[in-house]
C-alpha cells in the first residue's frame, strides 16, 4: 500500500483488500510533522480502538520503522510498516492521526476451512473467564431462522451477577452495528450457561459473549465487558 499525503489531506491508493490469511501488512509513508499514525481496528461493538495498546484489543496489531527516513520535496517521512490479525469476513481498519484526520481500509477475509478458526476472546486474559463447550470454532456459516447454540462455563469468581448475555452485531455501511437487543443467560449453579441465538436476515454477523458484571472501574464500578466473540455468516433460508 502507498500512503502519501498532499496539502495535510490523507489518502489511501488502495482502500480494499481481499485475503485468505489470517494478518494482513502493509505500510505506510507517514510525514514526521504528523507526529504518531496508530492503526485502528473494529471492536464489533460499536467502536474502533488502536490494534496495539489499545484497552480493547480483540484484533492485535504490530507496528514497527522500516528503512531509513525518506526526504522529499523538502519533508521527511518515516515508513511504518502495520500488520494486524483479521476476522473471518470484513475487517475496518483506520490509520488515524491525532490532529491531522484519518483515512478507512476495508480487508475481507476469505475463510476455506471454518473449523479451523478458534473462537476469538476479547483479551488473553478471558481464555481464564470462560470456556466454551458449544461452539466448537468461531465462525459459523448457518442458514437464516437457524439456532446457534452456545454453551460453557464462567470460570471467573470475581463477578457480581449470575447471568451471560450474547450481543448481536450486524455488518452494515462498512462498520458493525451493535443490536440493543441482547439475549440474556442465566448462570446455572455450576457457573454453567446455555442459550441460543437465532438470526433471521442474510448477512454478516458478529455475536459477542458478554461477561455477567465484573468489575470495571469508574464512579460504577461493576459493568458487563465483551469477553468474546464468535464471526456469524448468515446464508438465505432454502425452499424445502
Do not use: C
Request: hydrophobic share 35%.
Amino acid at each position: 500500500m502507498h500512503w502519501t499525503w498532499n496539502d495535510k489531506i490523507i489518502k489511501v491508493l488502495h482502500p480494499t483488500y481481499t485475503t485468505d490469511k489470517e494478518n494482513i501488512t502493509f505500510s505506510a509513508l507517514v510525514q514526521k510533522e504528523f507526529g504518531h499514525a496508530y492503526l485502528m481496528v473494529n471492536t464489533g461493538d460499536g467502536g474502533m480502538t488502536s490494534s496495539i495498546g489499545g484497552s480493547i484489543s480483540t484484533l492485535k496489531g504490530k507496528e514497527k520503522n522500516i528503512g531509513k527516513p525518506i526526504i522529499m520535496n523538502g519533508q521527511t517521512f518515516q515508513r511504518i510498516e502495520y500488520s494486524v490479525e483479521l476476522r473471518p469476513g470484513p475487517n475496518p481498519l483506520e490509520i488515524h492521526t491525532n490532529d491531522k484526520g484519518s483515512v478507512k481500509i476495508m480487508v475481507h477475509r476469505k475463510v476455506l476451512n471454518p473449523s479451523s478458526v478458534p473462537i476469538r476472546y476479547n483479551h488473553a486474559g478471558n481464555e481464564q473467564d470462560i470456556r466454551f463447550t458449544k461452539p466448537s470454532q468461531g465462525y459459523l456459516r448457518v442458514k437464516a431462522g437457524d439456532s446457534i447454540a452456545i454453551a460453557g462455563v464462567v470460570m471467573d469468581t470475581y463477578i457480581e451477577s449470575n447471568e451471560v448475555s450474547f450481543g448481536l452485531a450486524a455488518f452494515q455501511n462498512s462498520n458493525f452495528v451493535e443490536d440493543e437487543k441482547k439475549t440474556v443467560i442465566p448462570l446455572k449453579q455450576d457457573k454453567s450457561f446455555s442459550g441460543s441465538v437465532v438470526i433471521q436476515k442474510p448477512g454478516t454477523y458478529l455475536v459477542n459473549i458478554l461477561s455477567p458484571d465484573v468489575f470495571v472501574g469508574g464512579s460504577s464500578p461493576y459493568g458487563s465487558v465483551k469477553w468474546a466473540e464468535i464471526a456469524v455468516e448468515v446464508l438465505p433460508k432454502t425452499n424445502k
